[in-house]
């Protein structure tokens, strides 16, 4: 067994029955590319031959693995990472595609690319306070992105039976709307936002705060050395 497959079935992805899918997300941990160049990649580095036809084939089969695939990853970082979901960040972004054609889910709207010509898609991401990507989804590229934030944290919280979280997002997501749903389904959250837009008395408060934890936390370790 080599150390590809033994990844593989450490991580509990030999249950995703789907070699192409499986080596291609190997190969973007070794070398991020698009597709159709890690297709090329795998055969130069592994010997591992795909045709590129294949890929346009299985593709529009991975959609029904998510689910599975984001459960086992994170059942696997439960087991061997003590991995919670007590904080989590939370933020979106838009994908263009090389066209001027739209349909269902590639629509204009906002794009943070300046590419308000093209026809795009939003993706909305969740990542834990380590960095650790957890969840995603995808929306028509038309959709408001503060319009995402309650029912993707809700459904994360329906899913996986998470009894307490905070969620950090920017002022863009939080809004007045989106706090009083907050509130009302029991998720905590946090604002960002800029330090240049706060009033320099709230910097002050804020930077006061800090202080005195560190101050706290530093006592501590010198009473736990001693």
Same mark, same amino acid.
């Given at each position: 067994?080599?150390?590809?497959?033994? #990844?593989? $079935?450490?991580?509990?992805?030999?249950?995703?029955? *789907?070699?192409? #899918?499986?080596?291609?997300?190997?190969?973007?941990?070794?070398?991020?590319?698009?597709? /159709?160049?890690?297709?090329? #990649?795998?055969?130069?580095? =592994?010997? $591992?031959?795909?045709?590129?036809?294949?890929?346009?084939?299985?593709?529009?089969?991975?959609?029904? /693995? &998510?689910?599975?695939?984001?459960?086992?990853?994170?059942? =696997?970082?439960?087991?061997?990472? @003590? =991995?919670?979901?007590?904080? /989590?960040?939370?933020d979106v972004?838009?994908?263009?595609?090389? @066209?001027? +054609?739209?349909?269902?889910?590639?629509?204009?709207?906002?794009?943070?690319?300046?590419?308000?010509?093209?026809?795009?898609?939003?993706?909305?991401?969740?990542?834990?306070? +380590?960095?650790?990507?957890?969840?995603?989804?995808?929306?028509?590229?038309?959709?408001?992105?503060?319009?995402?934030?309650?029912?993707?944290? &809700?459904?994360?919280?329906?899913?996986?039976?998470? &009894?307490?979280?905070?969620?950090?997002?920017?002022?863009?997501?939080?809004?007045? +709307?989106?706090?009083?749903?907050?509130?009302?389904?029991?998720? *905590?959250?946090?604002?960002?936002?800029?330090?240049?837009n706060l009033?320099?008395?709230?910097?002050? %408060?804020?930077?006061?705060? /800090?202080?005195?934890?560190?101050?706290?936390? @530093?006592?501590? &370790?010198?009473?736990? %050395?001693?």
């Amino acid at each position: 067994m080599n150390l590809y497959q033994s #990844l593989i $079935i450490a991580v509990g992805f030999d249950k995703i029955k *789907n070699r192409l #899918l499986l080596d291609l997300v190997i190969l973007r941990m070794v070398e991020p590319s698009s597709k /159709l160049r890690s297709i090329s #990649l795998l055969d130069e580095y =592994f010997g $591992i031959k795909h045709r590129r036809q294949s890929y346009y084939q299985s593709a529009p089969q991975w959609l029904s /693995l &998510k689910a599975k695939t984001e459960a086992i990853a994170l059942a =696997f970082a439960h087991k061997y990472y @003590s =991995f919670n979901f007590d904080l /989590l960040f939370y933020d979106v972004t838009t994908l263009y595609f090389e @066209s001027f +054609e739209e349909d269902k889910l590639r629509k204009n709207g906002f794009s943070k690319d300046n590419k308000f010509q093209q026809p795009q898609i939003l993706v909305a991401l969740m990542v834990s306070k +380590e960095g650790f990507p957890i969840a995603y989804e995808v929306f028509a590229g038309n959709t408001f992105e503060g319009h995402t934030i309650v029912p993707v944290v &809700k459904d994360f919280i329906s899913k996986n039976k998470v &009894k307490e979280l905070t969620v950090v997002a920017d002022a863009a997501m939080i809004s007045t +709307e989106n706090t009083r749903a907050l509130k009302e389904n029991g998720i *905590n959250y946090i604002v960002g936002a800029r330090l240049g837009n706060l009033p320099n008395e709230l910097i002050t %408060a804020i930077d006061s705060n /800090l202080l005195v934890k560190m101050e706290k936390v @530093s006592d501590c &370790k010198r009473i736990m %050395a001693i």
